[in-house]
Every structure is written in C-alpha cells, then in structure tokens.
C-alpha cells in the first residue's frame, strides 16, 4: 500500500505570495494532521482534520488555513508568505482522531520564501 | 501544555559502541511518548512509543527506552550503533486525550563514525 504521499515536493515562492500544499493520507484514514518544521528545529504542530472537520490547530496566524476533502485528502494555504515560513511541510495520517494510534508520515514539501 | 526537551544537540559515537539519546518532557496530564527518526531528505518514522503497561519498550532494529514517570524522562538507547543509525531523532508527546497533537523537542543528531 502506499504511504502518505505530498506535492509538491519543493517549490519557491516570493514574499506575499500564497502557497497551496496537498497531502493524500494512506487509504483507510480519516484523520490528516499538519506540521511545520524549520530548519534545526522539531516539527510544530499546525492542524489535525478528521472527517473534514477541523479538530485541533496550533499557534499559527491565520494566514495558515487548511481543509479536508470526501476523499480524506488535505490541502494547507498559506496567504502573505514571509520568509519566516521557509520550512518543511509534514502531513501525518492516522485511522482516527485520538488514542495511541501511530501517526504516518509523509516525506514533506519543502517551501522556500525568498 | 507539554513541552519536551532534548538536552544534546548532536551525539558522536563510534560504530559497535553503545549509545543513549536524553529525553524529558513536562506535562499537567497522562501523555503517550514516542522516538521518530528522521533521514536526511524524508519524513518521520516512528522508533518505538509507550502507551501504557511495561515502562520498557523496544523497536525491530535494537533500539529500546524506558518510561521514568517520577524523572519524567524517555530516553532512548541501543547496546550497538551501526553507520546506518545515523540520522537525527526526535523525542514527542501527545496527550491521551483529545486530539493528535505531538509536541516534538529540538532533535538529537547522531553521528555514527567507523
């Protein structure tokens, strides 16, 4: 089966731009969860959406927007990019919303705001 | 809010040699623990997690930790690095409840040399 996929996989942007990332979650599950992390840092949790609800966000500005489609797959918007959003991008899928079960990751977008 | 905290940045170690990766986290409520690795270029993949039961927990590929709730403490070892471990590690904690939120420390990068 494949894993959790994303596109693109790097791209280049210019300050004030916007930015549309997608991620396709591994067949079977619901809940997509979004990440960020910049360069010599842990990943900082941005989103989760399950059945296409938000179910949890992060300490992001609202210029960080996401949604979930009926085939489970997830795209994250980033409006008025600054540099300070240069970073790579995870989503994470899982069966569910809560509980122990294990997150997948996918191997990232890597966004460069110049 | 949980928070976690990976004392060493960077860890250099010989092959055939032992190892240990630190790491402490502070949180109000219960929390799942878990290690992710990461490769250079790829996403996460998670190491090993304790949910609950034996504090000891272990991976495929020799690598195991220990649950310490009056030290707070998660840390990750293996009796024997190969060249192939060297990769940077990520200690996180959820909650065991609500939503998938991880909180993620700095990272260790380990160095395995010949």
């Known amino acids: 089966d494949a894993g959790v996929t994303q596109s693109p996989t790097h791209l280049i942007k210019t300050r004030g731009q916007h930015v549309t990332l997608r991620c396709s979650p591994i067949?079977?599950?619901?809940?997509v969860s979004w990440y960020q992390q910049v360069l010599g840092q842990g990943p900082q949790f941005i989103f989760q959406?399950?059945?296409?609800?938000?179910?949890g966000r992060g300490n992001f500005p609202d210029r960080f927007s996401a949604r979930q489609f009926p085939n489970y797959s997830s795209e994250l918007n980033v409006n008025a990019l600054l540099l300070g959003d240069s970073a790579l991008y995870l989503c994470?899928?899982?069966?569910?919303?809560?509980?122990?079960?294990?997150?997948?990751f996918g191997p990232g977008t890597r966004l460069t705001v110049t | 809010a949980q928070s976690v905290t990976q004392l060493d940045s960077q860890v250099p170690v010989f092959e055939e040699a032992p190892v240990e990766l630190r790491c402490n986290y502070s949180s109000s409520v219960s929390v799942y623990l878990f290690w992710y690795v990461q490769y250079p270029n790829q996403g996460l993949q998670l190491l090993l997690k304790y949910l609950s039961g034996s504090t000891l927990v272990e991976s495929i590929n020799g690598f195991e930790a220990e649950f310490n709730k009056s030290q707070t403490s998660f840390h990750l070892r293996k009796p024997s690095v190969h060249i192939s471990d060297t990769a940077e590690y990520f200690c996180a904690v959820r909650e065991n409840t609500g939503f998938q939120k991880l909180v993620f420390g700095t990272g260790t990068r380990l160095l395995v040399s010949p």
């Open positions: 959406y399950y059945e296409k609800e938000e179910r």
């Open positions: 994470a899928s899982s069966p569910w919303v809560a509980g122990g079960q294990e997150q997948y």
């Open positions: 067949s079977g599950h619901k809940s």
